[in-house]
Nanobody, 125 residues
């Protein structure tokens, strides 16, 4: 499995920006699909964004499309989530996840087998 450590969470005002980072160790990073999920208070964990291992193709939840950008740095084994135009509904614990080697990009939790501990993002109105 892969060890994942998130960083960059915090408190931000609405319409502000924040960048989350996820550092990976363990498996070779360049063959892993990476994703971000989040769990808002009282809600289930949901897909946010993912990036493929082969072509770097990206996928986003409709709720964040146009505001969030996922990117990866294979040399440094990390994946970032740039979040702009934040709104209070973005308040959640954000989790980094990695898929099985050579797996295609997916949006379901069971397609990812390694998870970070999560980082809190709070957006005030």
């Amino acid at each position: 499995q892969v060890q994942l450590v998130e960083s960059g969470g915090g408190l931000v005002r609405a319409r502000g920006s924040l960048t989350l980072s996820c550092a990976a160790s363990g498996r070779p990073f360049n063959i892993l699909t990476m994703a971000w999920f989040r769990r808002a208070p009282g809600k289930e964990r949901e897909f946010v964004a993912a990036i493929g291992w082969s072509r770097g193709n990206t996928y986003y939840a409709d709720s964040v499309k146009g505001r969030f950008t996922i990117s990866r740095d294979n040399a440094n084994k990390k994946v970032d989530l740039q979040m702009n135009s934040l709104v209070p509904d973005d308040t959640a614990v954000y989790y980094c996840a990695s898929g099985r080697p050579f797996a295609t990009v997916g949006t379901r939790m069971n397609e990812y087998d390694s998870w970070g501990q999560g980082t809190q993002v709070t957006v005030s109105s």
